[in-house]
């Protein structure tokens, strides 16, 4: 008898990457591909469409695609993404027409969560908000177990949270592309994200880094007032730096109250491929 599987695809603005998932959450085929954002979203679409039906087997039951931005599941509409054209884009639609099995979509951050719930370490954590660093910032809340949505398909937006009254909102100061950013106009020098991360003697990619942390924290202090979770799972690049990570949690303790914010813990991911593993939960 034919085995069952799942197809999980994270789509960002370099790369697509799509994963074969057996029912036990094990990836057991998977290729990447470029995603060619420049070229316009049919041939995105039809990179995503031809990412599938390279891993695809007999027994799908269906694939999740991990999208960033604003997605409703139920639609299967991207309702508001980074991607040039894509705001209210019916990608469910578009993909069943090309692979003829049924498709899910959903944010990358909710996947991420989702993904962490069910195959991470931290798994079966019920109260979590998990951050994921990729391009830009997302998220996904665990709320007494269950993936929240929000009325309007946006719950856990925090890269819109406005930490500088003056100045801007968390994605300005934390996401990868604006710390490399804001590196290049203090040094002059242009620098990868892995590389600010990864240096030892940079007092300016340090400063950076807990700068982030610190805004990081406070956003998050909102959140673990209201919402009272255990852990904050941080995935991404940004989850490898003690710098961004301490600051993180020292702003947190300061600015949230005592019972939620000092028995919150702040983790990194250790779960590779969540946004595939999570892109495929979402299909069960």
């Given at each position: 008898?034919?085995?069952?599987?799942?197809?999980?695809?994270?789509?960002?603005?370099?790369?697509?990457?799509?994963?074969?998932?057996?029912?036990?959450?094990?990836?057991?085929?998977?290729?990447?591909?470029?995603?060619?954002?420049?070229?316009?979203?049919?041939?995105?679409?039809?990179?995503?469409?031809?990412?599938?039906?390279?891993?695809?087997?007999?027994?799908?039951?269906?694939?999740?695609?991990?999208?960033?931005?604003?997605?409703s599941r139920e639609k299967g509409l991207v309702m508001d993404c980074p991607f040039p054209g894509w705001n209210n884009l019916t990608l469910k639609k578009l993909l069943?027409?090309?692979?003829?099995?049924?498709?899910?979509?959903?944010?990358?951050?909710?996947?991420?969560?989702?993904?962490?719930?069910?195959?991470?370490?931290?798994k079966k954590i019920e109260n979590s908000i998990s951050v994921l660093f990729n391009d830009s910032i997302s998220s996904g809340l665990i709320v007494d177990g269950k993936?929240?949505?929000?009325?309007?398909?946006?719950?856990?937006?925090?890269?819109?949270?406005?930490?500088?009254?003056?100045?801007?909102?968390?994605?300005?100061?934390?996401?990868?592309?604006?710390?490399?950013?804001?590196?290049?106009?203090?040094?002059?020098?242009?620098?990868?994200?892995?590389?600010?991360?990864?240096?030892?003697?940079?007092?300016?990619?340090?400063?950076?880094?807990?700068?982030?942390?610190?805004?990081?924290?406070?956003?998050?202090?909102?959140?673990?007032?209201?919402?009272?979770?255990?852990?904050?799972?941080?995935?991404?690049?940004?989850?490898?730096?003690?710098?961004?990570?301490?600051?993180?949690?020292?702003?947190?303790?300061?600015?949230?109250?005592?019972?939620?914010?000092?028995?919150?813990?702040?983790?990194?991911?250790?779960?590779?491929?969540?946004?595939?593993?999570?892109?495929?939960?979402?299909?069960?």
């Open positions: 008898m034919d085995r069952e599987f799942l197809i999980g695809v994270e789509v960002n603005s370099r790369t697509i990457t799509a994963g074969l998932v057996d029912l036990g959450g094990k990836i057991v085929k998977k290729i990447s591909m470029p995603s060619e954002i420049s070229k316009g979203k049919k041939k995105v679409v039809d990179n995503i469409a031809s990412a599938i039906n390279k891993v695809k087997k007999n027994k799908i039951i269906g694939v999740g695609v991990s999208i960033p931005g604003i997605v069943e027409e090309q692979v003829h099995v049924p498709v899910f979509i959903e944010n990358e951050g909710r996947c991420f969560a989702l993904a962490e719930y069910k195959c991470g370490v931290f993936l929240a949505k929000g009325s309007f398909c946006a719950a856990g937006c925090v890269q819109h949270s406005i930490v500088d009254s003056k100045t801007g909102k968390l994605e300005d100061y934390a996401s990868p592309t604006s710390i490399e950013r804001l590196y290049k106009a203090k040094t002059r020098k242009t620098k990868s994200i892995v590389e600010i991360v990864t240096s030892e003697n940079d007092k300016t990619a340090k400063d950076l880094l807990k700068n982030a942390g610190m805004y990081f924290g406070a956003s998050m202090a909102h959140l673990v007032n209201a919402l009272n979770p255990e852990l904050i799972i941080v995935g991404g690049i940004l989850s490898k730096s003690d710098h961004f990570i301490e600051a993180a949690e020292a702003s947190l303790t300061e600015k949230s109250n005592e019972i939620c914010g000092r028995r919150v813990k702040i983790v990194g991911s250790k779960l590779n491929d969540s946004a595939v593993l999570g892109a495929a939960s979402i299909v069960i």
